[in-house]
Structure formats: structure tokens, C-alpha cells
């Protein structure tokens, strides 16, 4: 697995982590200072923002966990993976998609997220 698919693997881990604490050490590691995350939902600027949008996704999605959905491809400094959302071992109910710049020395610069499935309103 190349430095890449480890740093994606540990960036849905977050997504998954319900201790703030925990969660926002993670955050402080694996992202850079003044990284951005949007999707069509968001479009946030730095750590505590980011923390913001995973807590409140996690509350909009109780009990439910991100996990990798394939590969992860990666080149020079930009990663690109699938992901699911949905109960631990059951059918995923939301799928998506995301880009992640990376910075030179390996945290997450920016990612730019896509909803391929969402539950219907």
C-alpha cells in the first residue's frame, strides 16, 4: 500500500472517530494547518471547520460508518477513492467520491468531494 492509500485510509478513519479528542488529534495530524474540505454541502477552511463538518455528519448519520470502496489512485500529489456510508457491514446509503490534494510533506492540503447516492428526502 503506497503513502497515499494509507493517508485516504486514515482520513475516513476520522470520519469514523466519535471521541473529539481523539478525532481532533488525528485531524491535527493528518491535515495541513490551513487545509480546505468542500463538497456540495460544505466549503470549509482550516482544522476546526473540518472537525465542525465530520461532527455534524455524524450526527445527521448516527451509527453509520465510512469505509473505502476500491482502490485508491494516486499520483504525484493528488489522490482519488470512492467511499460508502452505512451501517457497519451492511449496504451503504451514501456513495461518494473524492479528490485530495496533498501537501509535499504528506497531510491533506484540500478535498473535494462528490455525492453519488444520497438518501432521499
Do not use: C, S
Not at 30 to 43: K, M, Q
Not at 69 to 96: Q, S
Amino acid at each position: 500500500m503506497n503513502d497515499a492509500a494509507k493517508l485516504v485510509e486514515r482520513y475516513l478513519a476520522t470520519w469514523n472517530m466519535t471521541d473529539a479528542a481523539e478525532r481532533r488529534a488525528e485531524i491535527d495530524t493528518i491535515w495541513a494547518e490551513e487545509a480546505r474540505y468542500v463538497d456540495p454541502l460544505a466549503d470549509v477552511t482550516g482544522r476546526d471547520a473540518i472537525d465542525a463538518v465530520i461532527t455534524a455528519v455524524q450526527g445527521q448519520f448516527p451509527g453509520m460508518v465510512f469505509t473505502l470502496a476500491g482502490d485508491v489512485d494516486a499520483h504525484h500529489d493528488v489522490a482519488r477513492f470512492t467511499w460508502h456510508l452505512g451501517p457497519e457491514g451492511g449496504e451503504a446509503i451514501v456513495i461518494g467520491f473524492d479528490v485530495a490534494v496533498l501537501t509535499g510533506d504528506g497531510r491533506i492540503r484540500e478535498v473535494h468531494g462528490f455525492l453519488d447516492r444520497v438518501p432521499a428526502l
